[in-house]
């Protein structure tokens, strides 16, 4: 009788530790990407205002670049854009995808915060991000120079981020 007391507490504690140990796996800039080491899939995107457009033969050019998916309605995406408009100033190329937005939303975002980017175009209807895999705004992608991913970041771009993550990826990509 006196072990069956015991038995409602050692459930729960090894659910909760379940529990924890699951949360603390699930790590957003952790989220598996299938086009990682493959060509970026095909982009199908449309002019926003009198930005410069770009497409693939952008994207597999020489050198390496960024492809950075964000929108003005996007918190964590204001939060992000000083450190882009830093990597920018460095001579990182960045292109931005502007996603499902309203186009003078987008264009103000720009002129509110600056323009870190080397061109932008917009998904307005996500088909773009739906064959890159995308979970939401922010989310950053670094390919080499032949347009292949070598890296799929989710979330905002920060100090951190950037040292750990983004920087060693760019080395690889330019190797």
């Excluded at 204001?78 to 990182?92: F, S």
């Excluded at 922010?138 to 983004?166: C, H, S």
């Amino acid at each position: 009788m006196r072990p069956l007391i015991l038995l409602p507490p050692l459930i729960f504690a090894a659910l909760a530790a379940l529990f924890l140990f699951g949360m603390n796996r699930n790590d957003p800039d952790g989220l598996p990407t299938a086009i990682s080491g493959r060509i970026a899939p095909p982009l199908e995107l449309e002019p926003l205002g009198a930005k410069i457009p770009f497409g693939d033969a952008e994207l597999r050019a020489p050198g390496v670049k960024l492809v950075n998916y964000w929108a003005s309605w996007c918190a964590p995406c204001r939060v992000e854009h000083p450190n882009l408009q830093a990597l920018a100033e460095e001579g990182v190329a960045i292109y931005g995808i502007n996603y499902k937005d309203d186009p003078d939303k987008a264009l103000a975002f720009l002129t509110e915060l600056g323009d870190p980017y080397t061109a932008v175009a917009a998904d307005t209807r996500g088909r773009t991000a739906l064959d890159w895999g995308v979970y939401g705004v922010p989310e950053t992608y670094v390919l080499d120079g032949e347009g292949r991913v070598v890296l799929r970041f989710a979330g905002p771009i920060t100090q951190r981020v950037i040292a750990e993550r983004i920087r060693p990826a760019l080395d690889e990509a330019a190797r």
